[in-house]
Nanobody, 125 residues
Framework: QVQLVESGGGLVQAGDSLRLSCAAS????????MGWFRQAPGKEREFVAAISRSGGMTGYADSVKGRFTISRDNAKNTVFLQINSVKPEDTAVYYCAARSGRTFPFRQSAGYDYWGQGTQVTVSS
């Protein structure tokens, strides 16, 4: 029902900034909470950030709080993840996800119904 396509990843140096984008193919984008998750090699996928349908509520993992900012443009069916002061520990594949229900907490991946293919972020020092 919903296709998600991430973009904006790449190779950056520690301390740099970049912005990830996720474009959704649905006509009802504003009915979905959106989240960003990431997975580093050999590690489990972890929650990064999430934003409510209208953008009025956001949540962040402690590891990225103060450095990452999630936002959305419902008119353009797009959610963004602004990454500042990037660290080598941020190296991972970043996934965009969408959920229509609210049975689970923001940070619980099981609550999300649709996932993008991921975009690689690699941080050198």
């Amino acid at each position: 029902q919903v296709q998600l396509v991430e973009s904006g990843g790449g190779l950056v140096q520690a301390g740099d900034s970049l912005r990830l984008s996720c474009a959704a193919s649905t006509r009802t984008f504003s009915s979905y909470d959106m989240g960003w998750f990431r997975q580093a090699p050999g590690k489990e996928r972890e929650f990064v950030a999430a934003i409510s349908r209208s953008g009025g509520m956001t949540g962040y993992a402690d590891s990225v709080k103060g450095r990452f900012t999630i936002s959305r443009d419902n008119a353009k069916n797009t959610v963004f993840l602004q990454i500042n002061s990037v660290k080598p520990e941020d190296t991972a594949v970043y996934y965009c996800a969408a959920r229509s229900g609210r049975t689970f907490p923001f940070r619980q991946s099981a609550g999300y119904d649709y996932w993008g293919q991921g975009t690689q972020v690699t941080v050198s020092s």
